[in-house]
C-alpha cells in the first residue's frame, strides 16, 4: 500500500525558510516523479512544483519560482520543499503527490496524496 | 483564475443523480490532454477519483462516472449519498503552459 508522509510543517514568521519533507513507501520512489500541491486555508488546489524520478529536471508555479526548491533523495525515498523568505500567502497545507510516471511535466495525474503538513505564516 | 471553470457549489437530495462541470475556452488554452478528477472529503487530502476521461481506480464506486467533450468534462454522481459530500477538483494538463498542470477551482457538493 502507498503511504506518503509530509512533515516540518509549523508556525513560521515572515521572511524566514523551512523545509518540509515526504517519506514514500510501499512503491519503488525511484521510478516516479513526485509534486507538492499546496492549499491555503479555504482555497482550491494548486500545483506548486514538481521533480522528474531522477533529479533532472525541475519545475515550478510561477507564484514560487526563486523562492521554492525540491529535491529528493532516492536512497532515503524521500521528497523535499526547501521554502525562502516566507510570506503569509504562503499559508497552506502542503500535499506531497505521488506521479503517474517518471516526468513532471507529462499531461498525466497525480495517483497519490500525503495527508499534508500545514505550514502558517505569521508573525 | 484558473484556465478550467467549475461551478463552486452544488447541492443535491440522496439518491438523486448530480453532474459537476469543468470548462474551457479553447481561445484560452492550448492543447488540453485528458481530465482526471479528484474527491476531497472534508479534513482529508484530494484523492485521486476519475483518471483519463472515464476510468476509475480500483476501489472507486462505479456510482462515480466521467465524460468529456470538446470544451467540457462531468463528473456525474448517480445515487447520491451523505458520504458524497465533499470538495470535487477537476485536473488536466495545458500544452500552452510550462509547468503545465492545471486545477479546476473546485466544486462543494453538499448532499442535503
Known amino acids: 500500500e502507498v503511504h506518503l508522509v509530509e512533515s516540518g510543517g509549523g508556525l513560521v514568521q515572515p521572511g524566514r525558510s523551512l523545509r518540509l519533507s515526504c517519506v514514500a513507501s510501499g512503491f519503488t520512489f525511484e521510478d516516479y516523479a513526485m509534486h507538492w500541491v499546496r492549499q491555503a486555508p479555504g482555497k482550491g488546489l494548486e500545483w506548486v512544483s514538481g521533480i522528474t524520478w531522477n ?23 524521500s521528497l523535499y520543499l526547501q521554502i525562502h ?25 497525480f495517483d497519490y496524496w500525503g495527508q499534508g503538513a500545514l505550514v502558517t505564516v505569521s508573525s | ?12 437530495a440522496p439518491g438523486q443523480r448530480v453532474t459537476i462541470s469543468c470548462s474551457w475556452s479553447s481561445s484560452n488554452i492550448g492543447a488540453l ?5 479528484y474527491q ?11 483518471f483519463n476521461n ?11 462516472s466521467g465524460s468529456r467533450s470538446a470544451t467540457s468534462a ?8 451523505a458520504e458524497d459530500e465533499a ?19 473546485g466544486t462543494k457538493l453538499t448532499v442535503l
Open chain 2, 33 to 37: 490532454y485528458d481530465i482526471h478528477w
Open chain 2, 54 to 64: 472515464n476510468n476509475r481506480p480500483s476501489g472507486v464506486p462505479d456510482r462515480f
Open chain 2, 87 to 105: 470538495d470535487y477538483y477537476c485536473q488536466s494538463s495545458d500544452s500552452s503552459l510550462s509547468p503545465s498542470r492545471v486545477f479546476g477551482g
Open chain 2, 74 to 81: 462531468s463528473l456525474a454522481i448517480t445515487g447520491l449519498q
Open chain 1, 55 to 77: 533529479s533532472g529536471s525541475l519545475g515550478y508555479a510561477d507564484s514560487v519560482k526563486g523562492r521554492f526548491t525540491i529535491s529528493r533523495d532516492n536512497a532515503r525515498n
Open chain 2, 40 to 50: 476531497q472529503l472534508p479534513g482529508k487530502a484530494p484523492k485521486l477519483l476519475i
Open chain 1, 85 to 109: 523568505s516566507l510570506t503569509p500567502e504562503d499559508t497552506a497545507f502542503y500535499y506531497c503527490a505521488k506521479d503517474l510516471g517518471t516526468y513532471y511535466d507529462s499531461p498525466a495525474y
Open chain 2, 1 to 12: 483564475q484558473s484556465v478550467l471553470t467549475q461551478p463552486p457549489s452544488l447541492s443535491g
